[in-house]
């Protein structure tokens, strides 16, 4: 039986560190790294490396999406001063997400899958009202999930440790680098 081909958006290599163990039995699974939101330019390169090496880990194939940090200044734009949690991160995630729905349309995925509602940073109601929103809009399905539930993000950030890649110490723009946790 052929499993439904689903794109994973992926934010991290710690994230990423476990949620693709949870869908590999059910989906042909398949890595996208959209995050134009990342500062600095290095920040972004770190990330990606420790996400395609956990990709690289599971046998999965990694896409990158093009980096475009001036498209997401613009998304944002108007809310440089708002709280974490607030209506920045929420465009921030829309942005993101967005971009990865429009890919996996064009590509012929059946299904979309976020990383970001396993960390403590991200919340999952939010994440999950957003991949919704977008699944209808672009006609596919949507597998929003709580990763944190069942102790998701220590193991993550543990099997990250594990494999020694980067674990960032910041949400990844360049506002969240002011509220360090």
């Given at each position: 039986m052929t499993k439904p081909k689903l794109l994973l958006h992926v934010c991290?290599?710690?994230?990423?560190?476990y949620v693709p163990e949870l869908l590999l039995p059910d989906f042909d699974v398949t890595v996208y790294f959209e995050n134009s939101?990342?500062?600095p330019h290095?920040?972004?390169?770190?990330r990606r490396e420790a996400a395609k090496t956990m990709a690289?880990?599971?046998?999965?194939?990694?896409?990158?999406?093009?980096?475009?940090?001036?498209?997401?200044?613009?998304?944002?734009?108007?809310?440089?001063?708002?709280?974490?949690?607030?209506?920045?991160c929420q465009l921030c995630m829309g942005f993101r997400l967005d971009r990865t729905f429009a890919y996996a349309k064009?590509?012929?995925?059946?299904?979309?899958?976020t990383t970001l509602s396993v960390s403590r940073r991200?919340?999952?109601?939010?994440?999950n009202e957003l991949g919704a929103m977008l699944a209808e809009r672009y006609e596919l399905d949507f597998l929003g999930r709580d990763w944190k539930k069942k102790?998701?993000?220590n193991i993550s950030q543990e099997r990250a440790k594990?494999?020694?890649i980067y674990r960032q110490t910041y949400c990844g723009c360049k506002y969240s680098m002011r509220i360090l946790p």
């Open positions: 991290c290599g710690v994230c990423s560190a939101n990342l500062y290095e920040e972004f390169f770190r690289d880990g599971f046998g999965l194939e990694f896409i990158e999406a093009p980096y475009s940090p001036d498209a997401w200044d613009m998304a944002v734009l108007g809310h440089v001063q708002d709280k974490e949690y607030g209506t920045r064009r590509q012929g995925f059946a299904c979309v899958a991200k919340d999952a109601t939010q994440v102790n998701g993000e594990a494999a020694g």
